[in-house]
């Protein structure tokens, strides 16, 4: 696979809530299937949190899902990186045990998994902490197995989203 960018749910949820509402910047969703969407990888269980809300954004994402490159089942290779990653995460005794079974159980931890098998770039609103405990950040597992991460900005910069 070439590389592409695999998005963090809180991209689409926090613009479509807060940054770029579908009435007020209708052209950052209309440039982000035409100049994007065929860099754009979606893991299923990103997909599943973007439905989950039954919104305006589950309506748009569900018409415009077909744009995007959706993976399904993990392969071996990120069934590996995510042991990986898992193991890691349980091993460092900063993160609190609460913070490693919720980082197990959400779509962050598979989200890493597919960037690091794949060596994509994740795009996250989240921000690295170097001291945090009680929550495990992608940018921190990225820092930990060099996968590279951008901010939505960076992202629209890189792909040419102008508003």
Known sequence: M???YMMDANVFITAHRQLYPFDVAPSFWEQLVDKAADKIVI???VQNEILKGKDLLSDWYSSQSSNFTVLRAPNQEVIEAYRKIINSVNNN???TQSAKDEFASIADSWLCAYALAYESTIVTLETYQAGVKN???IPNV??????K???LLQFMREVGIKL
């Not at 990225?142 to 996968?147: P, Q, R, T, V």
């Open 43 to 45: 893991i299923e269980k």
């Open 135 to 137: 929550r495990v950040k």
């Open 2 to 4: 070439e590389s592409k």
């Open 93 to 95: 005794e900063r993160y």
């Open 142 to 147: 990225c820092k930990e197995f060099d996968i």
């Open 149 to 151: 991460y951008i901010d």
